[in-house]
């Protein structure tokens, strides 16, 4: 056998080698890729359902601060918002906005206080749950004087003028009542209104279109 011949089958030998020692790499790297396009493929088809977004919790602004909005983020510009509409979430104390199936906001929110009902012995709250659409009636401030308490920035959902978004509870002398304004995010507390950050309220007073949908569940 000739020197040429001896080399070329010691360089066919070395590449079988070498061949055999990268093949398990270049399969666990193959898998790797795989498995990174399968995630990314199950975050964007997440986010496109509205159950991952930037705004959901990523930019809540911890601790709560009622005197604050809810996010550190701007609100969001309803002029380029295609399907906005309002979720109430009364377990979570949660208020989402959404456009489509998309959140676009949250606010912290404190829903009614929840009782045992006397018919199916259930715990209920004090808010309606349901799909209700935004009413003409709103304003800076109100008082009821049969609950001794009152509110400011309000937009009427339901019975026009009855069931509203409004801020943290005031008193009498028109000032916050603190000890209900903590409740805020973390637990229920209202007669059946919606309570809100003040800067949340005053925007959902100032920029709820009538006849948006509000859905509360919980």
């Given amino acids: 056998m ?14 079988v080698i070498a061949i055999i020692a990268i093949g398990p790499e270049l399969h666990a790297a193959s898998n790797s890729d795989d498995k990174k396009a399968v995630v990314e493929s199950q975050v964007k088809e997440e986010s496109v359902k509205g159950k991952m977004s ?3 919790e990523g930019h809540m602004r911890t601790p709560i601060d009622w005197h604050k909005s809810s996010e550190t983020i ?11 509409w ?3 979430d009364l ?14 906001y949250t606010m912290y929110s404190t829903g009614g206080i929840y009782e045992k009902d006397s018919k199916t012995g259930k715990m209920k ?14 304003g800076d401030n109100f008082f009821n004087q049969s609950l001794k308490e009152g509110a400011n920035y309000y937009v ?23 000890k209900e304004a903590a409740k805020l995010g973390k637990t229920q507390g209202s007669h059946g209104c919606i309570r809100l950050s003040i800067p949340d309220a005053q925007w959902m007073e100032h920029n709820l279109p009538v006849g948006t949908k509000v859905e509360i569940v919980g």
């Fill in 91 to 104: 377990k979570k104390n949660r208020t989402y906005l959404y456009d489509g199936s998309k959140i676009i």
């Fill in 86 to 88: 309002v979720k109430v």
């Fill in 125 to 138: 709250s004090a808010t309606p749950t349901g799909t209700f659409y935004v009413q003409q009636e709103r």
């Fill in 54 to 56: 930037p705004s959901s």
């Fill in 156 to 178: 009427s959902w339901k019975n026009h003028g009855e069931y509203l978004f409004h801020s943290v509870p005031t008193k009498a002398d028109g000032q916050y009542n603190e």
């Fill in 2 to 15: 000739n020197l040429r011949v001896k080399h070329w089958i010691y360089g066919i030998f070395c590449l």
């Fill in 74 to 84: 701007p609100y969001p510009d309803l002029s380029k918002v295609k399907n906005f």
